[in-house]
């Protein structure tokens, strides 16, 4: 038999301990669309609760927004529900193209190709542009699906610590002898909320012949003064040869990613990139909401400046609670808990609170630096934030963690 | 801990660990298996080691078991350095 009783029940052993070491992820079931107030199902089979919504990546607020829903109907309505098909072969329509064309006039490249995914344009999109001749040297803290595409790919790897311009710089010497090298990096970490140094990669990238690839997924449509990203923000546009991000944030969340850049790399992933060769389009719904949203933020940027305040606002509730939060400017706001149980049991009683956020732990982030995440919206209004600050205080009490440093915590809690 | 251990343990401390992290690595310390040295990050661990030691470490032997911690690649740069037989 396939699946004999001892296979089974060594997986059930491996699930439990999973629970028993507090790893253990479980879902809620959200009754509503994506939006600052929402009803959750949690734990399973309970009625549904209003609660207040701090750890979603709809940071435009766009999700649900009426005008991107009525895009999105219409796309249904002209372009229908499903291609099927992958893009080269009758799975591009105009519209995919209109898109692609759009987004590279809004990040400020030279050609941009749709993936299904952001994590589906970072498995492809190494290994179609670079080969065993050459070298790619990635910052130690970039996105899970970064590091799986590293390694489909067979260039040489190597790794800079996180954000440390001397040490890039280092191993930009070390592999001058390579045919190509590569500087990977977020633009916005997912798990720290801080920014790339890209003014400083970009700068050493010309000084030692590299290119340049940033992953901006937690940062397209925010960051920078008009929300074209990290590369606006850092003075860089049109430097950058290659920038992948994602649909499925501020950009309206539903789904999506692309590669975009140089002319000559897009082209090579239109050619090459395994997940752009094998796996279906980009659904025509998704590429007409998609469209709306851009429309949207190239008509104002009242969006991301809301973000932006909402952002400061709540970094400053924390700091002065006595919270212990990774420093920083995006609106990802890491609350630090290092252990996973007290992760999870903060995350529980917040939630009983009226306020909906989620532990994050090993293999999420690193062991011992197990966190809440939480992230601000431009849905957010000052009255989410005050009463998500008064929920996080009261729980902060409860546990003891106000004021108190990571060891005081450590020492308490354990690792 | 002998010479060999010495000087890639302080290629370690220099290469992967952060500024304030100040944890001891010893003789069987994981390396890899404990987070210290990621699977990319092994790549300059055996670049640093062949070129120090003048040796060549073919693929095959560099597996994650070989470069887990000090002893065992110790262990290794004695084997490459012998002359064949």
Aim: negative net charge.
């Amino acid at each position: 038999m396939a699946y004999s009783a001892a296979v089974r029940e060594s997986y059930q052993r491996e699930l439990t301990g999973m629970r028993e070491a507090g790893l253990f992820k479980e879902e809620r079931y959200i009754h509503a669309p994506q939006a600052a107030d929402i009803e959750v199902e949690f734990p399973a089979g309970a009625p549904p609760r209003p609660v207040i919504n701090l750890c979603a990546n709809n940071y435009l607020g766009l999700s649900s927004h009426p005008e991107v829903v009525a895009a999105a109907h219409a796309g249904l309505d002209r372009r229908g529900y499903g291609m099927s098909s992958v893009r080269f072969i009758c799975g591009t329509q105009d519209i995919h193209r209109e898109l692609e064309a759009r987004l590279t006039e809004f990040l400020g490249t030279e050609d941009t190709l749709l993936f299904p995914s952001c994590m589906d344009a970072n498995a492809g999109v190494f290994e179609a542009v670079l080969t065993d001749q050459d070298v790619m040297i990635s910052d130690r803290l970039v996105h899970a699906s970064i590091v799986d595409g590293m390694r489909l790919c067979k260039a040489m790897t190597d790794t800079f610590k996180h954000s440390d311009m001397g040490h890039l710089e280092e191993k930009l010497q070390e592999h001058k002898d390579k045919r190509f090298r590569l500087v990977i990096t977020d633009g916005v970490f997912s798990m720290d909320g801080d920014l790339v140094k890209l003014d400083e990669i970009v700068a050493l990238a010309e000084q030692y012949d590299a290119m340049v690839l940033v992953d901006d997924s937690h940062a397209t449509g925010f960051i920078g003064k008009t929300g074209r990203g990290t590369h606006e923000h850092c003075g860089v546009l049109g430097k950058i040869d290659m920038i992948t991000t994602t649909l499925g944030k501020a950009m309206g969340g539903a789904s999506g990613g692309c590669v975009s850049g140089r002319r000559e790399l897009v082209e090579m992933c239109r050619q090459r990139a395994r997940p752009y060769l094998f796996s279906n389009t980009v659904a025509p719904v998704i590429v007409a909401g998609a469209l709306k949203v851009i429309e949207l933020l190239t008509r104002s940027t009242e969006r991301r400046d809301k973000l932006e305040w909402n952002a400061q606002y709540w970094r400053r509730l924390l700091t002065e609670a006595g919270f212990d939060i990774k420093r920083g400017e995006s609106p990802i706001v890491p609350v630090m808990l290092y252990n996973a149980k007290l992760a999870q049991d903060v995350a529980r009683d917040l939630f009983a609170e009226g306020i909906y956020v989620v532990g994050f732990f090993f293999p999420v982030v690193a062991k011992a630096q197990a966190r809440i995440r939480t992230q601000l919206s431009a849905a957010h209004e000052k009255h989410h934030l005050d009463r998500g600050i008064e929920a996080f205080v009261k729980v902060g009490r409860k546990y003891d963690i106000l004021g108190k440093t990571k060891q005081e915590i450590v020492e308490r809690y354990g690792l | 801990m002998d010479e060999v251990q010495r000087v890639i343990r302080d290629y370690v401390v220099k290469e992967y660990l952060e500024e304030g992290d100040d944890r001891e690595i010893t003789e069987t310390t994981p390396l890899i298996s404990g987070g210290i040295v990621d699977s990319f990050s092994m790549v300059s661990l055996k670049r640093f080691i062949e070129r120090k030691y003048d040796i060549q470490i073919p693929d095959a032997d560099a597996s994650t078991a070989a470069f887990d911690n000090l002893a065992s690649i110790s262990a290794l740069v004695e084997r490459f350095r012998k002359p064949r037989a």
